[in-house]
């Protein structure tokens, strides 16, 4: 198994198929560096998700559309 960030997070978004998650689960048994990655993941993902949700204020969409309104198509 690589040791790329790229399936650990298709294995926290459940986009795994169930022979790919249980090759990762048994690489992570063995893997201290994936261990880690995993932890560091779902530590980042925790802390995102813990972030206020902030209101766009309305000048700002305004403006927004009125500079993509000039944009050649």
């Given at each position: 198994?690589?040791?790329s960030g790229e399936p650990l997070?298709?294995?926290l978004d459940g986009e795994l198929?169930?022979?790919e998650?249980?090759?990762l689960v048994a690489h992570l048994e063995a893997c201290i560096r994936c261990q880690s990655e995993l932890g560091d993941l779902q530590g980042a993902?925790?802390?995102v998700r813990?972030?206020?949700i902030l209101e766009?204020?309305?000048?700002v969409i305004s403006g927004a559309a009125a500079s993509t309104a000039e944009?050649?198509?």
């Open positions: 198994m690589s040791h997070s298709a294995y198929t169930s022979a998650e249980v090759d993902r925790a802390m813990a972030l206020p766009v204020p309305t000048w944009l050649p198509v």
